[in-house]
């Protein structure tokens, strides 16, 4: 199993610009999930996802969009993207229940310039 | 992520010593708590949880710590190693919340000096 998968590692936008952050897991997760990371603020909740076609809003979840056409993806679309954008994203997933620990996926670490 | 470590408090610690790891929380519905570690580059990576119906839970090295009194939790590493040095964070849930979202602590670096 690869776990979860998360492309491109590294990416730097102009403001303005859109783009779309991958996200995909092979372990039949139910869940799965994003945050965003800055400094000093620990991971906040970007959107999340319960399953296939069901997806809802975080902490965190303006200028962010979406969608979850299958179990295994789950991308994020930056519409517009803007320099409070810039941050490290982790997508993450779970066994659907109460209480399961989030397996992460190794980051994305974008700029907006 | 290469930005993580900023303006975080850090434990510095002799290698062979033991670390501990502390975390406040303020939700008193919090029922489900669990601590990750984080090593540069890479994304979270679970080592311990516990339930709000106990206070102690304990694993290969590690043992946490839950004063729900105090809303308190703890990370204790035994004979703390080289290959411990990363950040940790705690995270929470409550009994309230709708599906498997978590909330995060700002997370603790921990330093291990040879």
Known sequence: NAGVTQTPKFQVLKTGQSMTLQCAQDMNHEYMSWYRQDPGMGLRLIHYSVGAGITDQGEVPNGYNVSRSTTEDFPLRLLSAAPSQTSVYFCASSIQGANEKLFFGSGTQLSVL | ?114
């Not at chain 2, 610690?13 to 489900?32: K, P, T, W």
């Not at chain 2, 516990?50 to 308190?72: A, C, W």
């Not at chain 2, 995270?91 to 979202?101: F, V």
């Open chain 2, 1 to 114: 992520g290469e930005n993580v470590g900023l303006h975080l408090p850090t434990l510095s610690v002799q290698e062979g010593d033991n670390s501990i790891i502390n975390c406040a929380y303020s939700n008193s519905a919090s029922d489900y708590f669990i601590w990750y570690k984080q090593e540069s580059g890479k994304g979270p990576q679970f080592i311990i949880d516990i339930r709000s119906n106990m206070d102690k839970r304990q694993g290969q090295r590690v043992t946490v710590l839950l004063n729900k009194t105090v809303k308190h939790l703890s990370l204790q590493i035994a004979a703390t190693q080289p290959g411990d040095s990363a950040v940790y964070f705690c995270a929470e849930k409550s009994r309230r919340t709708a599906g498997n979202k978590l909330t995060f602590g700002g997370g603790t670096r921990v330093l291990v000096k040879p």
